[in-house]
């Protein structure tokens, strides 16, 4: 390979969450015991260097002596224009359709705000990605959870039938996709979107589209944007996409949002100014456009390479080691979604004592239960394979043990 996915990248000091929290405060994990180092398992950030054409554009920028004042350029829209055209066959994308935000996050509440009334009722589907559920209840919104079902393959699908059901008893007219699905890592097909849309269509509903898992997708998958199923969805869904995920850029901040619909746009718009901070960095528009280049392409290919390597060796590690722990292999994402609940009632053991047990030897993976599913953990692959691989001998040395 022409990148470097396999040396060990130390991060301590280096302003990492991950590698620097745990144990240190409150809301992070303990851990670990003396004798055992730190493997972030946990927050959803990546342990490889970032793409050397965006340490590179951030030089070249950094070596100018002024920060002022900027507007986007237009090498940062053609950018995003191209990329979306080469990697996800969008055609009929323009400038105009292009809004920065801040994070998609912060694109999601604006959305709310903009269509919804206070106290209203947001459908989202469960397992939930955990800042879904923060950030729209602590502006007021009442989250109804349609579960996802696992088929006779013990693949993650939509539930049709619940999703139009709730959405008519609770007169809900704005939900949350997401696509590729995190925490379960599913990437949608076109007929499950088309589905989904159809019932969304049918209930009135404004769609945002969270898509910042739309480049990393395993062993040939293909990310398909929500809006190109159909002419309606094209009008109906604020989809949002960022580098940040793709290219281990979330300290730099800087997402974007795709609407073609100029009703929508323009109610966007405005709610996402209100606050008088949702504001370009410039550091992160050139981040960006070293990221949508050439080289970031290939990159990224690459990584789609290793990931889907970490992925295979970790289900099988499990399946073959961890009895009692199932998981859905994911298409996309770099995170499993572990079910633990058959071998904490076979070992007695409550999931607190189970995520415990792998802190204490430095394996920091992050409690699931926040995503809306009991007795489950997510755990972050993007690490060295050397990492993985250390990470699961450990869980199976000193935490899966064979009585």
């Not at 206070?118 to 955990?130: E, N, R």
């Not at 990393?216 to 398909?224: E, Q, S």
């Not at 979604?337 to 189970?354: G, M, Q």
Request: proline share 5%.
């Amino acid at each position: 390979m022409k990148y470097d996915f396999t040396s060990i990248m130390d991060r301590r000091g280096m302003d990492s969450i991950a590698v620097d929290s745990p144990g240190k405060v409150p809301t992070a994990p303990g851990g670990p015991k003396e004798g055992f180092d730190v493997i972030p398992m946990w927050v959803a950030d990546m342990n490889f260097p970032t793409a050397p054409s965006i340490t590179q554009a951030l030089s070249q920028r950094a070596a100018h002596p002024a920060f002022g004042y900027f507007n986007p350029s237009d090498d940062y829209f053609d950018s995003i224009i191209h990329w979306q055209e080469t990697r996800n066959h969008v055609t009929g994308l323009s400038r105009e359709h292009i809004g920065y935000e801040n994070g998609v996050l912060g694109c999601v509440v604006s959305a709310a705000q903009a269509f919804c009334c206070a106290g209203d009722k947001i459908l989202v589907h469960a397992p939930t990605y955990i800042g879904f559920t923060f950030s729209l209840t602590n502006v007021g919104y009442t989250l109804v959870l349609s579960d996802l079902v696992q088929d006779q393959d013990g693949v993650w699908r939509m539930d049709y039938e619940d999703m139009d059901r709730k959405l008519k008893e609770h007169s809900i007219h704005f939900a949350v996709f997401c696509s590729p699905h995190n925490p379960t890592g599913r990437v949608w097909e076109k007929w499950e979107i088309e589905k989904a849309m159809e019932v969304y269509r049918n209930n009135d509903c404004v769609v945002v589209s969270d898509e910042i898992w739309s480049d990393i997708l395993l062993d040939g998958h293909k990310h398909i944007p929500t809006q190109s199923v159909s002419e309606d969805a094209r009008n109906r869904v604020i989809a949002v996409y960022a580098p940040s995920k793709t290219f281990n850029l979330a300290g730099l901040v800087g997402s974007y949002h795709i609407v073609y619909s100029r009703y929508l746009r323009d109610r966007l718009d405005k709610q996402s100014s209100l606050c008088h901070y949702n504001s370009q960095n410039v550091m992160s528009m050139h981040a960006l456009i070293g990221a949508y280049s050439e080289e970031g392409h290939q990159w990224v290919d690459e990584l789609c390479q290793v990931l889907s390597g970490n992925v295979d060796y970790a289900c099988d590690y499990i399946a073959s080691h961890f009895k009692g722990i199932s998981l859905s292999r994911p298409q996309g994402t770099y995170m499993l979604y572990l079910d633990c609940s058959a071998w904490c009632e076979e070992h007695n053991k409550t999931l607190d004592e189970l995520l415990r047990a792998g802190w204490d030897v430095g394996v920091i993976w992050q409690d699931g239960r926040p995503f809306n599913k009991p007795f489950t953990i997510r755990v972050n692959l993007a690490l060295p394979l050397s990492r993985v691989k250390e990470a699961f001998e450990r869980l199976s040395q000193y935490v899966f043990v064979n009585p």
